[in-house]
C-alpha cells in the first residue's frame, strides 16, 4: 500500500510545501529547509520551530490516515486527510525520520520502506530513533526550546541513480519558486520566514499589486452553499511597461500564459495556480495568448475542501455548480480586459465621451467568411483618391491588392509562436516620423478640405491610428504648400 502511495504525483516542490503546511498549523514562524548534496547519501531536512509535539502525539501523526477529512478542524488548519507528511515524504524519499522536541523533551520516530518491504511476518514496523550515522541531522533541534524536524533520506525520486550536484541544485531551484508562489501571501505578511540553507526566500506576488498600472477589480464577496467566497480580478500591464527584469519575475514560474487563470488560495495558502477551473461560457476556457495578462484571487475556507473537490495533494479545485455561473461572469469580465491591453499594448483606453474612433480598416462579414477593407474614407485614404487624378484607377487597384492579400495567418502563427502582437499604431517609430505623417494628414484636411485647424486637429484625434497621440495632435499647425 505505502509503495502504491508514493505515486499520487507529487513533486519535490508540492511535498515540501505539504510539509510547511504542518508547521503553520504547528504556529511555526520560521522553516528551515537543509539540503545537504552527498550523492546516494544526500538528504533534505525541514524545521520549523512551531509549538512541537510529545511522543504519544508523534506517534499518531507517524499513523497514515490519523484523522479522518470529515472532523471539523480549527480555522487556520492548513491539512484535511491526515496523510500529507506521511505521502509527501514516501513520495520523495524511502525514509522518513522525524523528531519533534516539547516541554525540553525530543522524541524521534522513523519509517524505512526498505524495512516495511523485506520484514517476512509483513509487520508495520515504525523505528525509533534516526538511521544509525544520521544522528547529527537531527542535531539543529538539540539548540531549539520546541519544533519539528522531518528528514529525508534515500530519495531516490529526487536523487536518482546517476545524479549530478547540478541536478540536486535545480531542483533546489525549482522549490524555491513554487515555495515563494505558494506561500507568497505569509512571507509577504512577515508570518513566516522560510529559508533554504539559511538565506530566506522572497514572496512572488502573482498580481504585481505594488504596480499603479496593474488594473483591479476590487474585491468581491459572497456564499456558496453556507461557505464564504472572495474573488478579485487583476489585469497586469502589458510587457511594454514593464522592465525586462520585472517581466521575467512577473511570468511566475511556468511563464505567461501558463500562469493566466485563477488562483485559488484556502486559508491563505495557495493551491491552484493560474487555472480555468473549468469555467467558460459555452465550452471551457482554454489558456490563449491573448488572455495572458488575466489573474483572478479566489479565497475559499477549509470548511468548503468537499464542495471545492480539494484533492491529497492540495494541488487541484473544482468550484460547485452553485458558484459557476456567478464566477464565469466575474471571469469573462476581467478576461475582457485582459484581452484589450494586450491587442493594444497597454495603451489606456479613451474616456466614454470621445467619441468614435474612425479606424483604417473594416471587418466584413459575408456569406463566404470575413473580409478585411481599408476604410476609403478614412482621412489619408481619402486625401489620396481625391487627388489622384489619372492614376486613381491605380491606387483602388493597389488597395485591393492590398486587402486582398492580408497575411492574416502568418500574423496568427507569428503572435502565437512569438507570443507578442505585431507592433501597430506607430509603436517603436521614432517621433519625428510620427509627426511628419500626422502633419501631411493634417495639412490636406487644413488646406484641401477646408476644415479650421481645430476641426483637423478634432479630426486626427479621432482617427486611427492618430489617436493614440494626443499629445502630438495638440501641437499641429497647418503649414501651407505655396
Known amino acids: 500500500m505505502v509503495e502504491a502511495l508514493r505515486g499520487l504525483g507529487y513533486s519535490p516542490a508540492t511535498a515540501i510545501a505539504d510539509l ?55 480555522t487556520g488548519d492548513l ?65 531549539m526550546p520546541g519544533g519539528t524536524l522531518v528528514l529525508w533520506e534515500n530519495m531516490d525520486r ?33 508570518r513566516l520566514v522560510i529559508r533554504i540553507n539559511g538565506t530566506a526566500i522572497q514572496p512572488w506576488d502573482p498580481f504585481l499589486r505594488s504596480r499603479p498600472d496593474t488594473w483591479r477589480s476590487g474585491s468581491e464577496s459572497f456564499r456558496v452553499n453556507g461557505h464564504g467566497i472572495e474573488v478579485e480580478g487583476f489585469v497586469l500591464p502589458h510587457k511594454d511597461r514593464l522592465s525586462p527584469k520585472v517581466y521575467d519575475e512577473a511570468a511566475g514560474p511556468d511563464g505567461w500564459t501558463s500562469q493566466q487563470g485563477f488562483y485559488v488560495y484556502r486559508n491563505e495558502r495557495l493551491l491552484v495556480a493560474g487555472h480555468w477551473l473549468g469555467l467558460g461560457q459555452g465550452r ?22 468537499e464542495d471545492w473537490k480539494i484533492d491529497i495533494r492540495k494541488s487541484t479545485a473544482r468550484p460547485p455548480l452553485e458558484a459557476r455561473t456567478r464566477l464565469s461572469l466575474f471571469a469573462e469580465d476581467v478576461r475582457q480586459r485582459a484581452r484589450k491591453v494586450f491587442a493594444f499594448r497597454g495603451r489606456p483606453e479613451r474616456s466614454p465621451g470621445a467619441g468614435p474612433v474612425s479606424p483604417a480598416w473594416h471587418a466584413t462579414h459575408l456569406t463566404g467568411g470575413l473580409r478585411y477593407r481599408v476604410d476609403r474614407n478614412h482621412p489619408a485614404v481619402a486625401a489620396v483618391l481625391e487627388n489622384a487624378g489619372a492614376i486613381r484607377d ?36 521614432p517621433p519625428e516620423e510620427v509627426r511628419s505623417v ?39 499647425q497647418s503649414v501651407s504648400r505655396g
Do not use: C
Open 20 to 74: 510547511i503546511d504542518n508547521s503553520i498549523a504547528a504556529r511555526a514562524s520560521a522553516v528551515d529547509i537543509r539540503f545537504v548534496w552527498d550523492g546516494p547519501d544526500s538528504s533534505i531536512s525541514i524545521t520549523d520551530n512551531g509549538a512541537g509535539m510529545h511522543e504519544q502525539t508523534l506517534d499518531s501523526a507517524m499513523r497514515l490516515g490519523e484523522r479522518s477529512p470529515l472532523e471539523q478542524r480549527e
Open 79 to 143: 491539512g484535511r486527510f491526515g496523510l500529507g507528511l506521511k505521502t509527501a515524504s514516501f513520495s520523495q524519499a524511502r525514509r522518513l525520520t522525524v523528531a519533534s522536541r516539547r516541554d525540553g523533551a525530543t522524541s524521534s520516530l522513523r519509517w524505512d520502506l526498505d524495512v516495511l518491504r523485506d520484514d517476512p511476518t509483513g509487520s508495520w514496523s515504525l523505528l525509533e530513533g534516526p538511521s544509525p550515522g544520521s544522528e547529527s541531522l537531527l542535531m539543529p533541534l538539540d539548540e
Open 158 to 190: 529526487i536523487v536518482p541513480a546517476g545524479s549530478r550536484d547540478q541536478d540536486f541544485l535545480a531542483v533546489i531551484d525549482r522549490i524555491e519558486r513554487h515555495l515563494s508562489m505558494v506561500f507568497h501571501r505569509y512571507l509577504e505578511a512577515r
Open 394 to 429: 491605380d491606387v483602388i487597384a493597389m488597395l485591393r491588392v492590398i486587402e486582398e492579400t492580408v497575411p492574416v495567418q502568418q500574423i496568427w502563427l507569428d503572435t502565437a509562436e512569438a507570443r507578442e502582437t505585431p507592433r501597430t499604431g506607430f509603436q517603436g517609430v
Open 438 to 476: 500626422m502633419q501631411t494628414v493634417f495639412n490636406n484636411l487644413v488646406n484641401r478640405k477646408g476644415f479650421t485647424e481645430e476641426q483637423a486637429r478634432r479630426q486626427l484625434a479621432a482617427t486611427e491610428p492618430f489617436d493614440s497621440w494626443p499629445g502630438f495632435v495638440e501641437t499641429l
Open 284 to 305: 471551457s476556457w482554454t489558456k490563449e495568448e491573448p488572455f495572458r495578462l488575466a489573474r483572478i484571487r479566489l479565497d475559499i475556507p477549509n470548511s468548503a475542501d
